[in-house]
T-cell receptor, first 115, second 113 residues
Framework: KQEVTQIPAALSVPEGENLVLNCSFT??????LQWFRQDPGKGLTSLLL?????REQTSGRLNASLDKSSGRSTLYIAASQPGDSATYLC??????????????FGKGTKLSVIP | KAGVTQTPRYLIKTRGQQVTLSCSPI?????VSWYQQTPGQGLQFLFE???????NKGNFPGRFSGRQFSNSRSEMNVSTLELGDSALYLC????????????FGPGTRLTVL
């Protein structure tokens, strides 16, 4: 059974700092990995999607990398801003059975950017 | 382009009742997935529909069911509600099956008393 772990569970940084969020998964036979952010009481906003054949994806100040063999992904946020404060979740898509694919989420990292 | 919409946004029910939640995907999207989010378990996958067929199912009891209509709109039904069903139910849509980015709605907050 796939397990997705995100460490740390919470992180507090001063504004302007660069930071890295970590995501690890136990089964490397994944189809893709997606990073999301969730603001309190809201749904999820997709940040980046990395297919299993890709090593990284970039969008603005965000860069996500994927190392399938080691079961790890990182989300790099450059020059953090207070508006980046949210919970960040990673999710892996994998084969769950014949013709079946399942999305498994980590518990998230709660980021606070202090002005 | 309008995002994913979910109705109702809030719902209060009592144990033993049944509830139906609705999800309208982004126009043109054919895949719809449902998730349950609780503080203890986090986000858990319920099921996924593509072109009116259930393609994937999570590890939830048969009390949880869903369907997708020809216009891609989806409904989720929970019968015989239990206190533990209290959660935020999230719906997500994507253009393609499996390979594409998922876009989430704001969720339906279900409280079971």
């Amino acid at each position: 059974k796939q397990e997705v772990t995100q460490i740390p569970a919470a992180l507090s940084v001063p504004e302007g700092e660069n930071l890295v969020l970590n995501c690890s998964f136990t089964d490397s036979a994944i189809y893709n990995l997606q990073w999301f952010r969730q603001d309190p009481g809201k749904g999820l906003t997709s940040l980046l999607l990395i297919q299993s054949s890709q090593r990284e994806q970039t969008s603005g100040r965000l860069n996500a990398s994927l190392d399938k063999s080691s079961g790890r992904s990182t989300l790099y946020i450059a020059a953090s801003q207070p508006g980046d404060s949210a919970t960040y979740l990673c999710a892996v898509r994998q084969v769950h059975g014949a013709g079946s694919y399942q999305l498994t989420f980590g518990k998230g990292t709660k980021l606070s950017v202090i002005p | 382009k309008a995002g994913v919409t979910q109705t109702p946004r809030y719902l209060i029910k009592t144990r033993g009742q049944q509830v139906t939640l609705s999800c309208s995907p982004i126009s043109g999207h054919r895949s719809v997935s449902w998730y349950q989010q609780t503080p203890g378990q986090g986000l858990q996958f319920l099921f996924e529909y593509f072109s009116e067929t259930q393609r994937n199912k999570g590890n939830f009891p048969g009390r949880f069911s869903g369907r997708q209509f020809s216009n891609s709109r989806s409904e989720m039904n929970v019968s015989t509600l239990e206190l533990g069903d209290s959660a935020l139910y999230l719906c997500a849509s994507s253009l393609l099956y499996i390979t594409d980015t998922q876009y989430f709605g704001p969720g339906t907050r279900l409280t079971v008393l």
